[in-house]
């Protein structure tokens, strides 16, 4: 029988006979396998199998035979060929009986599974991540509540020793260790507030409580206590230059987060030095600025420090997670606006916030 319609088929086909003998091949199958033609006609079709598959194909292709009907080969298995030289490479196999004069052949389109296997097992390793980063993410959304109760019962109980040290007028060492104590569980309450606003973030149950809030008013509430106490300040001037209302749409209790932070940063790398708080009118929207004159920033690192986890400053100089710039960069893009950071070292840094009204 003539098979020269199919030597243009893009996928590899060999023809056998009943017998298994094979009696075609076209050029694909040729370039597939690494066989010259006039070498693969008149050979077994098993040639084209790792031997250990060899010993049941003959079984196999007997029993198709008796119920000839196009079908994939090997369904649900990895089916694999062998080439000329040895070398093995996964296979997809489609059989289709051809008949012809009262004789039936066996058709096989043999196509090369490289490359398909390849993009699965890259797919399922990126599901498998995803996974596990999902599960990650849920573990340290509930460990974060977990932490969060007995820290605040802590503080509270904190404050309440406070006002009896303050009622019996404790000895000053007495009082420093309260204060030192108080000010560690402030620092682990920010620490489990982070990791809280990491898992909203990662899990998409950030919400914003949008309502008309006066900017100007916000940023000096958050600038109060640092005034009001050098040593939060790190010995640092705080001034907020907020001449008029600035009201726009926000969710107040993320902005004061944002402010929060960035005032936090400004303090802690501005090494005693004046920082400055700007609020002012952007077309419609708002525009905030934190301006210090510290340690400063590398200009290649004014993107990445946005980062989760990210740091400008060694962690055994300025501790913390590295979440502050992330949530609050997360929070203002969540209201549509931008965040901005830009500096020299040595000279002090400033992040600009701009978000539409």
């Known amino acids: 029988m003539d098979f020269s319609l199919l030597e243009f088929v893009p996928d590899g086909i060999i023809v056998a006979d009943v017998n298994g003998t094979i009696v075609y091949a076209n050029a694909t199958a040729v370039e597939l396998f690494g066989w010259e033609r006039d070498e693969l006609v008149g050979q077994a079709v098993e040639v084209l199998m790792p031997a250990r598959h060899r010993g049941s194909h003959v079984g196999l292709r007997r029993g198709y035979h008796e119920a000839p009907r196009p079908r ?5 298995v990895d089916l694999a ?13 489609s059989l289709s009986p051809l008949r012809s004069g009262g004789a039936t052949w066996a058709v096989a389109a043999v196509r090369d599974a490289t490359e398909r296997r390849r993009v699965e097992a890259k797919a399922l390793l990126y599901r498998q991540a995803k996974e596990e980063v999902r599960a990650r993410d849920e573990f340290l959304s ?22 009896v040290v303050e009622r019996i007028g404790a000895p000053g060492p007495v009082r420093e260790r309260v204060e030192s104590l108080d000010r560690q569980v402030r620092r682990l309450a920010g620490l489990v507030e982070a990791l809280l606003d990491l898992s909203r973030i990662r899990l998409g149950r950030m919400e914003l409580a949008r309502e008309p809030v006066d ?9 109060a206590p640092y005034q009001a106490d050098l040593d939060l300040a790190h010995g640092s001037s705080i001034r907020v230059l907020a001449p008029e209302p600035v009201v726009a749409s926000l969710d107040r209790v993320r902005i004061e987060q944002v402010l929060a932070n960035l005032l936090g940063n400004a303090v802690k790398f501005g090494e005693g030095k004046p920082v400055e708080v700007r609020v002012e009118r952007s077309g419609t929207g708002v525009r905030v600025e934190v ?7 590398d200009a290649d690192q004014a993107e990445r420090i946005f980062g989760r986890f990210e740091r400008a400053a060694p962690a055994h100089h300025y501790p913390g997670l590295g979440l502050g710039l992330y949530v609050a960069r997360e929070i203002v893009e969540a209201h549509g606006g931008k965040i901005r950071a830009r500096g020299e070292p040595g000279k002090g840094a400033s992040f600009s916030v701009e978000i539409p009204g």
Request: glycine share 8%.
């Open 81 to 93: 060929a062998l080439r000329k030289d040895g070398s093995e490479f996964p296979a997809e196999i």
């Open 215 to 223: 900017v100007s008013a916000l940023a000096r509430e958050v600038a």
């Open 291 to 297: 301006v210090d004159c510290g340690v400063g920033i």
């Open 72 to 76: 994939p080969m090997g369904l649900g």
């Open 142 to 163: 509930v460990a974060s509540h977990e932490l969060r109760t007995p820290v605040t019962a802590l503080h509270v109980q904190l404050q309440m020793l406070q006002r």
